[in-house]
């Protein structure tokens, strides 16, 4: 059975093949439209009325405010009303709602349903992660070279992180059975959780983007960390997520080399001009 809080998945999947308002946020590459409006407004008015003392950090009230709040110990719902906007606007059926709740800062619930596809993914910390009622785990593949791995391209069209978001991808394609770039954090992770990717990279994402689906991966017997290989930071995050530990080692590894290429063709470019 859905959770109550996400029954307005008609409203996307009535949406997704018709004509939407679109406006941009940050730049051409930031979609926002009418929907991922009505649906956070509907998901927060539901959950306040059920929870009236709970917190709401939500993607776009925090876009509408400018401003992006502390996470406290209080019981906060991380909300994503769309994951994967860009891909709403193009019809293209790889988007979802992503909902998670932190107590004293710690996941507990994390709930990411594509609507389109059907595809309900839950997670309680502690419960273990389910799609559609049935229990899921993640790869037990610890190579590089035998993984499908993920990451987001996009962050090529900014101009200061350019390289360094190519060379990885370069990396990435160089050694795995192959890369794809899904545009949705949180189906992302969902996919990695079910063991349909080994892997998954990103920096420049929000906690809406990956609250929920971080959970998933983890109660599927998968590992979260940062870029850098440290502890993974939920209001920060910065992500390398993997089926095992020996995979996202591998791929910490992967990316620290495919930097050091990146900063060394820096220098010697500052060098020739
Ligand atoms: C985006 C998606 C995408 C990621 C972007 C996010 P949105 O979320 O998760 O995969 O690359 O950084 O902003 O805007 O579709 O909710
Ligand atoms: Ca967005
Ligand atoms: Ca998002
Ligand atoms: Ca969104």
Known sequence: MKPKCILQDKVIRDAIQGCKNIETKAGDWDLVTEFDKKVEEILIHNLAKEFPTHKFIGEETVSSANHLP???DNPTWIIDPIDGTTNFVHSFPFTC???????????????????VLEQLFTARKGRGAYLNGKPIKSSSIEELEHSLLCCEASYATIENI??????RVE??????????TMG????????VAMSAAEGYH????MP????????????????VVDTNGGEFNIMAPKVIAAGNHKLVNELVKLIKK???????KRLIHEATI
């Open 70 to 72: 502390e996470l406290t």
């Open 184 to 191: 949705s954090a949180a189906l992302t992770l969902c996919y």
């Open 162 to 167: 350019r390289d360094i978001t190519l060379g």
């Open 208 to 223: 809406w983007d990956v609250a929920a689906g971080v959970l998933i991966v983890r109660e599927a017997g998968g590992v």
């Open 258 to 264: 495919a930097d050091a290429k990146t900063l060394q």
């Open 97 to 115: 709602i992503s909902i998670a709740l932190a107590v004293e800062k710690e996941l507990e619930i994390g709930i990411v349903y594509n609507p």
């Open 202 to 205: 990103t920096d420049n994402l």
């Open 171 to 180: 990396a990435f394609v160089s050694v795995a059975h192959g890369i794809r």
